[in-house]
């Protein structure tokens, strides 16, 4: 079965400063793989998304991530912070075929100093 | 962008009794709809996939009898908790996938509060 993680599980940034959320899978195959972002309270926006191609996707918000087989990798990034960014992060895969059952990470949560 | 809308928002029912949230597709039709469960500062788990037309396939140690997945038309699955326990409450989520394409669309969730 596959399985994602998200080896921090609380990140503190200053505005304006660089991010990188890591993510690793684990999986046979090619998976899909997605970034997702929850405020508090509310329910999972898409940040981007990997099926195929170009191993670095840019997504919504100024976000991107990139995809490495290697290290087995989909770390998200965003060159400068801004406050609003401060939520919940969570890495997910689904399986290729069938990209709608997700199976997600713990989750990093995103704190912003000003 | 797809929107999926879960209604209620927030619930809280008394221990005992039955409670469903709705999970609509407002602007595509989805034969696929999946519902999670979140626990307060936990990741989501799949609880069971609602197919339009069929019965949900439950993931491992997900109760069907208490967990009642309807997946009525291509735009409506609903989850009934069953004689809720205080241990029900949660945040639940549910997604939808187009018939059409690989993205799936979260609604924005449904807090459960059993007393």
């Known amino acids: 079965a596959q399985s994602v993680t998200q080896p921090d599980i609380h990140i503190t940034v200053s505005e304006g400063a660089s991010l990188e959320l890591r993510c690793n899978y684990s999986?046979?195959?090619?998976?899909?793989l997605f970034w997702y972002v929850q405020s508090p309270g509310q329910g999972l926006q898409l940040l981007l998304k990997?099926?195929?191609?170009?191993?670095l996707v840019q997504g919504i918000k100024g976000f991107e991530a990139e995809f490495k087989r290697s290290q087995s990798s989909f770390n998200l990034r965003k060159p400068s912070v801004h406050w609003s960014d401060a939520a919940e992060y969570f890495c997910a895969v689904g399986l290729t075929g069938t990209a709608s059952k997700l199976t997600f990470g713990t989750g990093t949560r995103l704190q912003v100093t000003l | 962008g797809a929107v999926v809308s879960q209604h209620p928002s927030r619930v809280i029912c008394k221990s005992g009794t039955s409670v469903k949230i709705e999970c609509r597709s407002l602007d595509f039709q989805a034969t696929t709809m999946f519902w999670y469960r979140q626990f307060p500062k936990k990741s989501l788990m799949l609880m069971a996939t609602?197919?339009?037309?069929?019965?949900?396939?439950?993931e491992q140690g997900v109760e069907k009898d208490k967990f009642l997945i309807n997946h009525a038309s291509l735009t409506l699955s609903t989850l009934t908790v069953t004689s809720a326990h205080p241990e029900d409450s949660s945040f639940y989520i549910c997604?939808?996938?187009?018939?059409?394409?690989?993205?799936?669309?979260f609604g924005e969730g449904s807090w459960l509060t059993v007393v």
């Open positions: 999986y046979g195959a090619t998976p899909y």
């Open positions: 997604s939808a996938r187009q018939v059409s394409g690989n993205t799936i669309y």
């Open positions: 990997y099926f195929s191609g170009d191993t």
């Open positions: 609602s197919n339009e037309g069929s019965k949900a396939t439950y």
